[in-house]
């Protein structure tokens, strides 16, 4: 077993800085595949954090006032340049990250590429006015607008670093925001590459500003005056954010952890539920928020799965993708090594047996082995708590209905799996699994679900990004209530009160709303 050396900034979380406005020194980003130093960024001050929202709220002001068929025709040229130059951005993804091209250009850049194409084709739809009848106040009529918030700040991981924030980013132009990113400090220099891509496209400088910073400088954007924040990382640090953007009443999406389970069912696909985990659980070395947490697997197939669960993991190739086509690169924060050694020693001495790996490897680089645990049970952490690591522990269950009521013990609700034949039956499983997205016979896929809401229940937060309704949710919602003919000068319902107006009130109660009473009579004529 080697050892790992840990570079400074991949380690510490901002011990050198604050967003206070003093100076602070450079963050430097290294190659977890290669120990490289990459580049360095600047750690934005609280003023100067400011002072980009108030430059961004200018040209939002000049961009919310174009049609949205005009806003989405003109973004799909950003669109345009991310595919032209995807191999510029697939090579600072995968060396930031230490993760394969193919994983850099699938889920990082085809995402978004589709993303940014469903939402600008469909934008003018989505966004459309909508004219409402009233069934109750029938001489009256409402319409709904989307109008835009503002300027809307983006706080996001490590681990995508480039499609987690830049769905939003696109969501929040087209709607006629502006968009302020803070990448995490782990992989600065991707959202830099957006940045410089989007500049050279024409489009309003700066419409879309990113601040390279700590913590700090996150909590500085909270605090700039912006109208909308999407946050997506941990539990413990999306509740400190959401409680700054309450005391600011800002509204705000949580994208926080995961826990999903991957219930392999009597009757499962043997091969494909397998080769589902070893993929579902090992991708992105397994710091995905929707990876593959924890298997619980049926008696009737539970041993033969971890047989060829044990096959396929010992297949997997692990190393630097910049020298070759690995399957599994490295771990991009050097602490879920650590917590990935913990979850396996908790494990192990609560009965947990090794099946593949279960070690760091040598370095230069940060990898560890990908791991696969069996005989695990409840009560070791790996099956509660977020691994965000290369560790697939599998448990041995009676019945579905036993794994669903494992899976719902969770207090996180992210993503959820179900592996069975009978795709109805599947169905019925994933609608008593408590998700926010439930997966029949595939994995990770959701996210690339361009028309369908993703986000979390229970700790995993709340508040959707992707699908139409998250992008109507990125606009304020306007009321406008108006009249369909000429009202009569003197309201029945308004001022004098007298005996006689509360007595045809109270007969007005009973007739529309008593039995199949006018109100419904009323509603099916409409
Ligand atoms: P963190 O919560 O540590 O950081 C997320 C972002 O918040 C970073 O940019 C961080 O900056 C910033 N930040 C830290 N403190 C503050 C603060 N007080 N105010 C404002 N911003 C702050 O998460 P990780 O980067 O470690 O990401 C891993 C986590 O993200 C996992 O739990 C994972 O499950 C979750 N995740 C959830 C997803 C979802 O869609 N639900 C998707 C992907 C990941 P800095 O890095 O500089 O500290």
Redesign the pocket.
Known sequence: MGSVTLEPNKQT??SASDASGGAASP?RSYAPATGALLGEVPVFSAEEVAATVTRARKAQAAWAVLPVEERAERLLRFRDAIVERADEIVEIVSKECGKPRHEALMHEVTIIADLATYYCRNAPRILAPQEISLHLLVHRKSVVRYVPRGVVGI??????PFS?PMGDVFAALVTGSAAVV?????T?LTMRKAKEIYDSTGLPEDLFGVVT??????????DAGIQKVV????????K??AA?CGARLIPCV?????KAPLIACADADLERTARAIVFGGFANAG????SVERVYAHKDIHDSLVRRVKELTGELRVGDPSRDFFDVGAII?P?QIDVAEKHIADALEKGAELVAGGRRMPGPGQFFEPTVLARCSDAMTVMNE?I?GPIVPIQKVDSEEEAIALSNRSRLG?NAYVFTKDRKRGRKLAEQVEAGSVVVNDVLVN?AVAEAP???IKD??FGR?HGDDALRDMAEKRHVNYDRMASPARDPLWYPYSAKSFHWLQRGLRLLFAGSGLVQRIGELF
């Open positions: 979380n901002g963050i706080i996001s991981p490590w681990n995508f987690i803070k990448p995490s400090e782990v600065p910073g700590y913590g700090a400088t996150g909590a500085a954007l909270i946050f997506t990382g941990a539990v413990e640090t999306g400190r954010v700054a949580m994208e926080l952890g995961g710091q995905v928020c929707i924060f602490k977020e965000f992210l996210y993703f986000g979390g995993s937060g990004v």
